[in-house]
């Protein structure tokens, strides 16, 4: 069997500029909500920085590799990127925050049936999360990257 990928599909898979527009769009679109929700307590900020950084990648590898180098948010978006992984403390706080949100939740609108299918949905989530490996590369911190030779 010929393992190669047929020319005819490669160019079915080629960026159009108005595609990489589409996905540059789409891209800034959640980066800019992940940013947004960094200063709102109990709001998702790295989801929607994984999400700009795979619709960078479709449209605008130069983002893409300014969002990685990020030295905030660049180390936990690699581990993501490159290995679908974790740090313990991350991990911690991502379930931590969800409990804490689907308790807030829960105070407001009691346990009715879509409030029990959405704590589900979430210990699902959570039960994920927690299966995640710790990244195998030390991430760089602030400090360290700010040191020169």
């Given at each position: 069997?010929?393992?190669?990928?047929?020319?005819?599909?490669?160019?079915?898979?080629?960026?159009?500029?108005?595609?990489?527009?589409?996905?540059?769009?789409?891209?800034?679109?959640?980066?800019?909500?992940?940013?947004?929700?960094?200063?709102?307590?109990?709001?998702?900020?790295?989801?929607?920085?994984?999400?700009?950084?795979?619709?960078?990648?479709?449209?605008?590898?130069?983002?893409?590799?300014?969002?990685?180098?990020?030295?905030?948010?660049?180390?936990?978006?690699?581990?993501?990127?490159?290995?679908?992984?974790?740090?313990?403390?991350?991990?911690?706080?991502?379930?931590?925050?969800?409990?804490?949100?689907?308790?807030?939740?829960?105070?407001?609108?009691?346990?009715?049936?879509?409030?029990?299918?959405?704590?589900?949905?979430?210990?699902?989530?959570?039960?994920?999360?927690?299966?995640?490996p710790a990244p195998t590369r030390c991430p760089v911190s602030r400090s360290a990257a700010t040191l020169g030779p």
């Amino acid at each position: 069997m010929n393992s190669e990928i047929p020319p005819a599909a490669v160019a079915s898979r080629a960026v159009t500029p108005r595609t990489a527009r589409i996905w540059r769009g789409f891209g800034t679109a959640s980066v800019a909500v992940g940013l947004f929700n960094a200063f709102v307590p109990l709001l998702p900020t790295t989801i929607f920085l994984i999400i700009g950084v795979w619709a960078y990648g479709k449209g605008s590898p130069e983002l893409r590799a300014k969002l990685l180098a990020d030295p905030t948010f660049g180390p936990a978006l690699t581990n993501w990127v490159e290995e679908r992984a974790m740090t313990r403390i991350a991990k911690w706080q991502c379930i931590g925050t969800i409990i804490t949100g689907y308790v807030i939740t829960l105070g407001f609108v009691g346990f009715t049936t879509v409030s029990v299918l959405v704590g589900a949905g979430l210990a699902g989530l959570s039960l994920f999360l927690s299966s995640r490996p710790a990244p195998t590369r030390c991430p760089v911190s602030r400090s360290a990257a700010t040191l020169g030779p």
